[in-house]
């Protein structure tokens, strides 16, 4: 099946830094890609969908100067948590649709491994 | 708006036991329904979809069935393996809220199985 992937897996920054994460489709190309935040024993929640060649779209609630997306390429989204706060922390997951279908048909999302984010 | 309650774990069982964990939605129109698996360490799986009522998915032994008299997805299995223990998710398919772009999942809480041998 599809493959994505995540880098950093795990990464441990100081309060007040900025630190980007990135979601790479590995086999295929996603013109959309969907970044989610997971809290220990709770679901994920979407935080936002991000799309190639325009600007992502946000889900209510979510700070959009916060958390930057940028769809730099068909294979590649990047997540950046700007001036990151212990309450920041979090596991962030990105998955994305292996084709774009138009309607009401679903696409198959393969979902990336995972970055845990720690602010100190 | 769109939800999906799913029981609350942990369930444990034995190996070879029966298994089932309920899943319900709230949608408007007609939303494709999946279970996703989550393996200790690994990224979620899709490990079973239905996209219309009555539709049966099934995959590795697992099955469930779109229900929309009472909007379940329950996911069963005959006989479950310690290999089985994992994280699983409910979720359902809604359109995105970019005018044309590809559909979001809505999760539910996640059951965690442990399976002991």
């Known amino acids: 099946g599809a493959v994505v992937s995540q880098h950093p897996s795990r990464v441990i920054c100081k309060s007040g830094t900025s630190v980007k994460i990135e979601c790479r489709s590995l086999d295929f190309q996603a013109t959309t890609m969907f970044w989610y935040r997971q809290f220990p024993k709770q679901s994920l929640m979407l935080m936002a969908t991000s799309n190639e060649g325009s600007k992502a779209t946000y889900e209510q609630g979510v700070e959009k100067d916060k958390f930057l997306i940028n769809h730099a390429s068909l294979t590649l989204s990047t997540l950046t948590v700007t001036s990151a706060h212990p309450e920041d922390s979090s596991f962030y997951i990105c998955?994305?649709?292996?084709?774009?279908?138009?309607?009401?048909?679903?696409?198959?999302?393969?979902f990336g491994p995972g970055t845990r984010l720690t602010v100190l | 708006g769109n939800s999906v309650t799913q029981m609350e774990g942990p369930v444990t069982l034995s190996e070879e036991a029966f298994l089932t964990i309920n899943c319900t939605y709230t949608a408007t129109g007609y939303p494709s329904l999946f279970w996703y698996v989550q393996y200790p360490g690994e990224g979620l799986q899709l490990l079973l979809k239905a996209t219309k009522a009555d539709d049966k998915g099934s995959n590795k032994g697992f099955e469930a069935t779109y229900r929309k008299e009472t909007t379940s997805f329950h996911l069963e299995k005959g006989s479950v393996q310690v290999s089985d223990s994992a994280v699983y998710f409910c979720?359902?398919?809604?359109?995105?809220?970019?005018?044309?772009?590809?559909?979001?999942?809505?999760f539910g809480k996640g059951t965690k199985l442990t399976v002991n041998p």
């Open positions: 998955s994305a649709p292996e084709a774009y279908k138009t309607g009401y048909d679903t696409d198959t999302q393969y």
């Open positions: 979720a359902l398919s809604a359109p995105a809220s970019n005018q044309g772009g590809s559909e979001k999942l809505v």
